[in-house]
């Protein structure tokens, strides 16, 4: 025992505790934290078999009364300590007690969250709750289920992990179980391919009842607006490698401007003479040819904009894209589909089956879809206010359990990037000539192998990480913290992975952490900064940055140079200090403001995808529902529907009008993403491109209804008197579906765009160039 509780350190609560919009001082869960400690003592002496009992004694226990939290706590350290070996300090229970009362708590890197995610999962579980662990990785979620399973089992629950691999009834099964660990996006992906069922097939996942958040922030405000996409083959559009083929042969500068920070790009009118000849059509803004418009759009864009090595890479010959921010890459990252088809075009690469959405999802509509949610992450102070404001969340410190020695040295800025990299390289083989771990974290993928290269020609070779393969990682940045270990990474990978230090390492310092320029978002500094000084280790960390750095190139103007420039490059000049840290603050505006304009779009799509599958549900479950659908197929003539009210025809039916409706829906979903890629050319003259996207998602949803009941009369009034399955009738679901999630979205940031448009239209401008943000 400490000689001093941390809860009688009032100055660590102190320094702890910020009071930032919609955070909460976990303070009042601390007495539940002593009692839970005294209450332990009485559970010590128990045979595994009586403490067992006890743990399943409280099944369907509300743990309301805090009475029955304490005793819930103190049962589940003893339970902790006896399958798994750890003893869960003080910290861990405080975080477990503010979780179990809905709290969000910000812990930091190598606190034990894992630990402390099993006591959550096994409290909501007591609870009567079905929980769903979501981990950041699927690689994480099978580790920590693998591990956890010996604990759940002393409160008789079962717990498994959703891999990507499984089939359908396998992963029935793992979704059946007590304690689900996954991914938010293996859910999310499973609950649409739930909503495609038919007569013949069950549900995977029951309803969603209970999340549990690891890394909370990064799924809620990172990966929030991301689209899950179920789909499934389409027809391949002609026009469109044409079109690539003349945009490839056309000259900037001369057929089309780049804007300055390379993030937009627009043909000029000689340019758009040439596309237009190409295709033979005479005006490509004639309101008919919008489609053709955004496509040539898309097409330039590809072009112009999105770069290799940068925006993606091609492995084996497919294009694997890398999302900007963290660097990681996987193959079930696609662009939105035209854009995905462009860039193979200009690579000259085959062409992937076209797709056609079947229907999608955002990340955060899967965590809606949870009747309550908690979580934890090492950078959820940040995340606070939006974890609020978005979902009315509060969140909590939770003191470290050893005090954080790391020292975080002030950023060293430089004019030039090459300076910045030069310095940086010196930097850390002079770290590594003592034999110093060193983790470079770095902004995208081509960076990170451009610094491995510098520090090979310097005689260091480095391991390189851009979360390519989770589990290979894992076990290299497990490394990281040995003596003499230089590891370079991008900023996803290797994530939730404990880095250790040995005694030599600890003796030369510790990890010293190294970031290549600020990421866009100060949180994500953070992450990269935590994950030196873990658990009282001591470490450093220190930014290297150049005025050149995107964050802040692609977001302040810099009108004139510094002054004092020391002969390496670097500035000492404080304003420039000020100055960068402005550009990320500017850029953390932009973000939460495009992600609140990409919630307003996705508002009307949610409303009416929750009207649609109810009504589909009530048509796959209930007789009567779908007799009465089948009343409004033929109002004129309800005679004609009688062969279709019962068995054997009946079944055959409902898979008739599911068909149909999905085909009706999926029509609306693709309608309202071209929609949404359009939407700068379509406000032309209006004035405000969200009231004109919600026309369009209205009115097309009005008729949507209309559209399937005609497909189904149509179909069903032609079939054959033998039919007895889809095919007969002429139709076919999609024979092969796959998911995706669209990442970085070029496109995302349109919306935000079209204001800055509105503002130049009516001064009478011309039409600005799409943007990449
Ligand atoms: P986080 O997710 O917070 O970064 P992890 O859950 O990965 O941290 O845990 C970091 C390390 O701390 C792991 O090696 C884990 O076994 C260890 N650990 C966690 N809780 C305890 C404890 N109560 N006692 C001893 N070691 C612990
Ligand atoms: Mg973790």
């Not at 100055?11 to 930032?20: D, G, K, S, T």
């Not at 992906?189 to 495609?196: P, S, Y």
């Not at 999302?323 to 696609?334: C, I």
Request: hydrophobic letters at 40%; proline letters at 3%; a negative charge.
């Amino acid at each position: 025992m400490k000689s001093v509780s941390w809860w009688e350190r009032p100055v660590l609560w102190a320094q702890q505790i910020r009071q930032e919009p919609g955070a909460e001082n976990l303070r009042r869960f601390v007495p539940l934290v002593h009692e839970a400690m005294k209450t332990r003592e009485q559970f010590r002496a128990l045979s595994d078999r009586k403490l067992q009992q006890a743990a399943t004694s409280l099944t369907s226990t509300s743990l309301e009364k805090d009475r029955d939290l304490v005793r819930y706590l103190a049962l589940a350290s003893e339970a902790a300590y006896r399958t798994l070996g750890l003893d869960p300090f003080e910290e861990q229970l405080l975080a477990a007690a503010s979780m179990l009362r809905g709290r969000v708590v910000d812990m930091a890197t190598g606190e034990g969250k894992t630990l402390v995610g099993f006591i959550v999962a096994a409290g909501l579980g007591v609870m009567g709750r079905q929980v769903h662990v979501l981990s950041a990785n699927e690689y994480l979620a099978a580790r920590d289920a693998a591990h956890g399973s010996v604990f759940f089992e002393v409160f008789d629950m079962q717990s498994g992990a959703v891999a990507e691999s499984m089939s359908r009834s396998e992963r029935t099964q793992v979704y059946g179980c007590d304690v689900v660990y996954a991914t938010v996006h293996q859910v999310g992906f499973d609950m649409l391919r739930d909503r495609q069922r038919t007569p013949g097939t069950s549900r995977m996942l029951p309803q969603l009842d209970a999340a549990v958040f690891d890394e909370i922030d990064a799924v809620l405000l990172d990966d929030a607006m991301v689209p899950l996409v179920l789909a499934g083959e389409a027809d391949p559009a002609p026009e469109e490698a044409a079109l690539t083929a003349v945009v490839g042969e056309l000259v900037e500068g001369a057929d089309f401007e780049v804007d300055g920070e390379r993030r937009g790009v627009s043909f000029t009118d000689g340019g758009l003479a040439k596309v237009e000849q190409t295709l033979g059509v005479s005006d490509l803004y004639a309101p008919e040819r919008f489609e053709l418009l955004t496509a040539a759009n898309v097409a330039l864009h590809a072009r112009a904009l999105v770069e290799r090595d940068v925006h993606y890479i091609i492995v084996d010959g497919q294009i694997q894209l890398i999302n900007d921010a963290r660097g990681r890459v996987s193959d079930r990252q696609r662009w939105p589909d035209g854009l995905h088809a462009a860039v193979e075009r200009k690579e000259g690469l085959v062409v992937t089956r076209q797709s056609e959405v079947l229907d999608q999802i955002l990340v955060e509509s899967v965590a809606r879809s949870y009747l309550s949610l908690t979580g934890m992450s090492g950078t959820a102070r940040e995340a606070a206010e939006r974890l609020h404001d978005d979902l009315q969340l509060r969140t909590g410190m939770v003191p470290t359990h050893r005090r954080c020695v790391r020292v975080d040295e002030p950023d060293r800025l430089f004019s030039t990037v090459v300076l910045r990299d030069e310095s940086a390289a010196e930097f850390v083989c002079a770290a590594h000539q003592v034999g110093r771990p060193v983790l470079v974290g770095t902004a995208n993928v081509g960076e990170s192998e451009r610094f491995a290269q510098l520090l090979a020609e310097r005689g260091v070779t480095a391991s390189v990480l851009n979360a390519r393969n989770d589990a290979q990682e894992a076990e290299v940045i497990a490394r990281a913290g040995r003596f003499g270990a230089v590891t370079v990474s991008t900023q996803m990978a290797g994530r939730g992975v404990d880095i250790q230090l040995d005694q030599q390492a600890r003796d030369a310092g510790g990890l010293l952490v190294v970031g290549l320029s600020r990421y866009e978002s100060t949180r994500l500094d953070r992450q990269l900064r935590g994950r030196s000084g873990r658990q009282g280790d001591p470490g450093t960390s220190v930014f290297f940055t150049s005025l050149e750095d995107a964050v802040v190139s692609r977001h302040i103007e810099i009108n004139e140079p510094p002054i004092s420039v020391a002969d390496d490059g670097r500035i000492t000049d404080p304003r420039f200090l000020h100055l960068y840290g402005h550009a990320q603050r500017v850029a953390e505006g932009k973000l939460s403001q495009l992600h609140r304009t990409t919630r307003k779009y996705n508002k009307i799509v949610d409303a009416h995808s929750e009207i649609f599958l109810k009504t589909r549900e009530r048509i796959l479950v209930e007789e009567e529902a779908f007799d009465e659908y089948l009343d409004q197929v033929w109002l004129n003539g309800p005679e004609q529907g009688a062969r279709w009210r019962d068995e054997p025809d009946r079944t055959l039916a409902v898979e008739v009008v599911l068909h149909q409706l999905d085909r009706a829906w999926s029509g609306h979903v693709n309608l309202l993403t071209a929609t949404l890629e359009g939407i700068h050319l379509r406000v032309l003259g209006r004035l405000n491109p969200l009231d004109e996207f919600n026309r369009v998602a209205i009115q097309d949803f009005l008729t949507l209804g209309a559209r399937a009941r005609d497909a189904v009369r149509e179909v069903l009034d032609a079939a054959p008197a033998n039919a007895d399955s889809l095919a007969d009738l002429g139709l076919r679901r999609p024979s092969s579906t796959w998911t995706y999630m669209v990442t970085d979205n070029p496109f995302m940031s349109q919306a935000d765009h079209i204001l800055a448009f509105i503002a130049k239209k009516t001064r009478g401008e011309k039409l600005p160039p799409l943007t990449y943000k």
